[in-house]
């Protein structure tokens, strides 16, 4: 079976008949299972121009969905023979996953949003037992340097549930542009949204695009994007950046930031990409302020965790300011490092007593880790094996191994090629847990997350071209059981799968790098350029010039 990502356990029954989807066929869904049985029918509908009617009361059905309290929630079970196809989850979530399976078995043309003339369906006799490794399998959009329309965030959002992909991580605010509507200050979106140009390529081009690039997505486009994402199984996790990274915020509302040694009412939202030196001060009004975007973040996304950023921080404003040092002083603190931690602290302390948890790049670690907040570690595996070893849960997302952003290969036909080479093949065999790490501290990693920087992806083709097909391998590696030595994995067999995977992604409408290297409209003529000459962060642009 070459289905992606690997199943637990998977039994063909080469000698049995396989079951057939024809125009009569009915979904019987068992108490529990309406809403899975609901996004199957819509799907499949879509695909095959069966009407897929549910089956009457008491009747069974062609396809049957049930729920089993003794299996965990994410994982399910397939039985298919030319009676039925059941599928049985421990949750919706369970469901949705074995409906994705079910996708897979019925062959490209279900991944299609009208029905192919002659097109047949049907699923062979199979038993199919699957559960995953990892309760975080994410991904990470940045729609702060590029906008992406909600459109484009909803497709986004099918692609991840095709993979078995479960968190959405939407990095909503930055130096370039700000994302989220605050109904209480609509400056952050009406100047921070909008920025007046781009810079195109790498700086030392001195190029720019002069066309103002901005947009924000309302509460009710997030609180849409949430709810169809939930409906597929993926939690939406937001990020609202601070300290640093804030450049929008404070050129909409300049007493944001260290007004003592720079002129904040004069900034505008951030042209260039980077890191801006340009943060918060540290002032409980300032404290305050977040405080009510919060508040509304939460009315908006229900996930247990909120990303707070907490990265690429520069002191050197705080350095220089009287009013931080003040307050550094005020708070008993040693120095510009203890600054940051007190305000992680602060909101730590702010969301827990709101039920929900804090988690930030693996900078959080500076000055003092914050008592429950959860560590993404994106500089290596270092950060979080520290964070690990002290007993607080991390996302493995180290930059050198699942940074999709980074180049796919070597050579001039490649777009922009930030970062180092990373191919199919590397990805594939990227170990979330490293072995320094004994099995106490091996549990507290909950999860592993790929991550998209869009400074140099401007459109959803962009996107689809750097995540795919690599984001195929990254949800092998955060679903299957996988062997944990990198070079003992069956490459060729993930090959192998691949190969039969790239049809799903063609239904699907991606635009994935193909095998042999990029499509000619997939180049960037007069950006394509060297390498970076130091390492990228997670801006993606890093010590370039």
């Known amino acids: 079976m070459d289905l992606i990502p690997a199943p637990l356990h998977v039994q063909a029954r080469a000698d049995a008949p396989p079951f057939v989807l024809h125009a009569g066929s009915r979904i019987a869904a068992a108490p529990g299972t309406e809403a899975p049985a609901r996004r199957l029918r819509a799907e499949l509908s879509a695909a095959t121009g069966f009407d897929l009617d549910p089956a009457p009361a008491g009747e069974d059905g062609d396809l049957r969905l049930a729920l089993d309290p003794e299996l965990g929630a994410e994982e399910y079970r397939l039985s298919a023979d030319a009676a039925a196809v059941r599928l049985t989850g421990g949750s919706a979530a369970g469901l949705a996953h074995a409906a994705q ?29 699957d559960a995953p490794r990892f309760g975080w399998r994410g991904a990470m959009l940045d729609v702060a340097r590029h906008f992406m329309p909600k459109a484009g965030v909803l497709r986004f959002v099918d692609q991840l549930a095709a993979h078995k992909l479960n968190v959405l991580h939407l990095h909503l605010t930055d130096d370039q542009g700000w994302r989220f509507e605050v109904r209480r200050y609509p400056k952050l979106t009406e100047v921070g949204g909008w920025r007046e140009r781009s810079m195109v390529g790498y700086r030392a081009g001195g190029r720019r695009d002069d066309q103002p690039h901005g947009g924000h997505y309302t509460q009710d486009d997030l609180r849409e994007i949430v709810a169809y994402a939930a409906a597929r199984g993926v939690t939406v996790v937001p990020e609202i950046d601070l300290p640093g990274h804030n450049q929008a915020a404070i050129a909409a509302y300049p007493e944001l930031g ?13 042209t260039d990409w980077g890191v801006s030196e340009n943060i ?15 508040e509304e973040l939460l009315e908006v996304f229900p996930s247990t965790f909120v990303h707070l950023g907490g990265d690429e921080c520069p002191k050197d404003q705080w350095k220089r300011s009287d009013a931080a040092q003040a307050r550094i002083a005020e708070l008993g603190l040693k120095d510009e490092f203890e600054l940051q931690s007190h305000v992680i602290r602060h909101f730590d302390r702010w969301l827990a007593e709101r039920g929900r948890r804090l988690i930030g790049w693996d900078e959080i670690l500076e ?22 070893n002290a007993g607080h849960d991390v996302v493995m997302c180290p930059e050198q191994h699942v940074y999709l952003d980074h180049r796919q290969a070597d050579g001039e036909d490649e777009p922009v090629p930030v970062g180092w080479v990373r191919t199919l093949e590397d990805v594939y065999r990227f170990e ?10 091996a549990a507290h990693v909950i999860g592993t997350q790929a991550n998209l920087w869009t400074e140099f992806m401007y459109s959803g083709r962009d996107v689809d071209y750097k995540a795919f097909p690599r984001l195929a391998a990254f949800a092998e590696v955060a679903w299957s059981d996988l062997p944990r030595d990198p070079a003992a994995r069956d490459w060729a067999g993930f090959e192998r799968r691949m ?22 409209w997939q180049r960037k003529p007069g950006i394509v350029g060297r390498p970076l000459d130091g390492p990228p962060g997670p801006s993606g642009e890093g010590t370039a010039p």
């Open 258 to 270: 260290n007004t003592d040694v720079v002129d904040t009412a004069a900034l505008g939202t951030w």
């Open 101 to 129: 399976t079910l996708r897979q078995l019925l062959g490209p043309a279900a991944y299609r949003s009208a029905p192919l003339p002659g097109a047949s369906w049907t699923v062979p006799a199979v038993e199919v037992h």
């Open 367 to 388: 000055g003092g880790l914050a008592p429950g907040a959860a560590v993404s570690s994106w500089r290596g595996y270092e950060g979080g094996i520290a964070a690990a």
């Open 432 to 441: 979330p847990v490293p072995p320094q790490l004994d099995a106490a501290a």
């Open 499 to 520: 190969a039969a995977h790239y049809p799903r992604l063609d239904a699907l409408g991606i635009e994935y790098r193909h095998p042999e290297g990029p499509r000619p």
């Open 280 to 294: 918060l001060n540290a002032s409980e009004a300032t404290l305050r302020f977040y405080e009510h975007v919060l």
